[in-house]
């Protein structure tokens, strides 16, 4: 078993930073890809970014390509996502997400989620 706690969320302007951590207790940390999924009202949850094992490869979905980072400390079990230069769109709940391989992540068929961190942009 793998628990996942978020923090970090919050209310930001337009424009503003946030930085999300998610810290990972439980069975090994550095054997999962991790990713950062969201939901927005009404919407359904999409993957924003994941990094591997190692930290040594990542994707961003091109909606928050340039603006977030995704970075991972193994040795302090936790997953980060810097978010810039945010956006009224990016209001969402953010989830961090651990899977067994990268494909789990992409397909949704995530091995554990946390609870979520809301995130709000204000105009």
């Known amino acids: 078993q793998v628990q996942l706690v978020e923090s970090g969320g919050g209310l930001v302007q337009a424009g503003g930073s946030l930085r999300l951590s998610c810290a990972a207790s439980g069975r090994s940390f550095s054997g999962y890809a991790m990713g950062w999924f969201r939901q927005a009202p009404e919407k359904e949850r999409e993957l924003v970014a994941r990094?591997?094992?190692?930290?040594?490869?990542?994707y961003y979905a091109d909606s928050v390509k340039g603006r977030f980072t995704i970075s991972r400390d193994n040795a302090q079990n936790t997953v980060y996502l810097q978010m810039d230069s945010l956006k009224p769109e990016d209001t969402a709940v953010y989830y961090c997400?651990?899977?067994?391989?990268?494909?789990?992540?992409?397909?949704?068929?995530?091995?554990?989620w946390g609870a979520g961190t809301r995130v709000t942009v204000s105009s």
């Open positions: 990094i591997n094992w190692s930290g040594g490869s990542t």
């Open positions: 997400a651990a899977g067994l391989s990268e494909w789990r992540l992409i397909t949704g068929r995530v091995n554990y």
